[in-house]
């Protein structure tokens, strides 16, 4: 499967799992809910939230801030545009695969920003968007990431694994993809913090384009 069937079964899978996605994810969304005001309150400037979801992160943004999000379902955009009558700063939402944005001109965003996208697309499409972060952010901008990993603490991990066959089929993600290796492999990106936000599963990976 190459990567354009990749996105085409991604996109397809969420416009199915847009219709009750808040529902689903809300017992994880009463953990989130807490960290999104530090992780999404501090940024200013031009802003991409890559893989925008529902709109999840909009009201808190800043009201310094100039935000485009970018989502590949159709229908979790939708969602996205109500949630933004919420928010304090301009929004610009956007139909647009994160692996290509055909749409988005190179060098000019201070911040991309990304929750929990990079675990559900495949390693090999996950390569294709860590490029096209570095092609659009600005020279010294910065990137914010958030993803879920697997636990090496073997009760977690095996409560992990428990959910994962569910959280593949539903999400399409995975608690094993490479991001972070994949973003320390990039000739254009920098890392330069990783911390847990909870146990050793919720990894913020910070960094800049150099």
Same mark, same amino acid.
């Not at 416009?15 to 953990?31: G, Q, S, V």
């Not at 400037?45 to 310094?64: C, M, P, Q």
């Not at 610009?92 to 290509?100: I, R, S």
């Not at 694994?161 to 995975?174: D, I, S, T």
């Given at each position: 499967?190459?990567?354009?069937?990749?996105?085409?079964?991604?996109?397809?899978?969420?416009?199915?799992?847009?219709?009750?996605?808040?529902?689903?994810?809300?017992?994880?969304?009463?953990?989130?809910?807490?960290?999104?005001?530090?992780?999404?309150?501090?940024?200013?400037?031009?802003?991409?939230?890559?893989?925008?979801?529902?709109? !999840?992160?909009?009201? &808190?943004?800043?009201?310094?801030?100039? %935000?485009? @999000?970018?989502?590949?379902?159709?229908?979790? #955009?939708?969602?996205?545009?109500?949630?933004?009558?919420?928010?304090?700063?301009?929004?610009?939402?956007?139909?647009?695969?994160?692996?290509?944005?055909?749409?988005?001109?190179?060098?000019?965003?201070?911040?991309?920003?990304?929750?929990?996208?990079?675990?559900?697309?495949?390693?090999?499409?996950?390569?294709?968007?860590?490029?096209?972060?570095?092609?659009?952010?600005?020279?010294?901008?910065?990137?914010?990431?958030?993803?879920?990993?697997?636990?090496?603490?073997?009760?977690?991990?095996? !409560?992990?694994?428990? &959910?994962?066959?569910?959280?593949?089929? %539903?999400? @399409?993600?995975?608690?094993?993809?490479?991001? #972070?290796?994949?973003?320390?492999?990039?000739?254009?990106?920098?890392?330069?913090?990783?911390?847990?936000?909870?146990?050793?599963?919720?990894?913020?990976?910070?960094?800049?384009?150099?």
């Amino acid at each position: 499967m190459n990567s354009n069937e990749k996105n085409f079964f991604l996109q397809e899978k969420y416009n199915i799992t847009a219709t009750f996605y808040d529902f689903l994810d809300y017992p994880w969304e009463r953990i989130y809910k807490k960290w999104r005001p530090t992780l999404i309150g501090d940024l200013r400037g031009k802003i991409l939230e890559a893989g925008v979801g529902t709109g !999840r992160n909009l009201e &808190f943004y800043h009201e310094d801030s100039e %935000v485009t @999000g970018i989502e590949l379902s159709k229908k979790m #955009l939708g969602k996205a545009e109500k949630r933004k009558t919420k928010a304090r700063c301009n929004i610009n939402l956007v139909h647009e695969d994160a692996t290509e944005m055909k749409s988005i001109d190179s060098d000019q965003f201070d911040w991309i920003v990304s929750t929990f996208m990079c675990c559900v697309m495949p390693d090999d499409i996950q390569e294709l968007a860590i490029e096209q972060f570095a092609r659009v952010l600005k020279p010294g901008g910065r990137f914010r990431l958030l993803e879920i990993v697997y636990s090496k603490n073997e009760k977690i991990r095996k !409560r992990q694994e428990l &959910f994962a066959p569910f959280v593949e089929k %539903v999400y @399409g993600a995975r608690f094993d993809r490479n991001t #972070l290796r994949y973003l320390e492999q990039s000739s254009n990106l920098q890392v330069t913090s990783t911390t847990f936000l909870k146990d050793d599963t919720y990894l913020l990976i910070e960094g800049t384009r150099v």
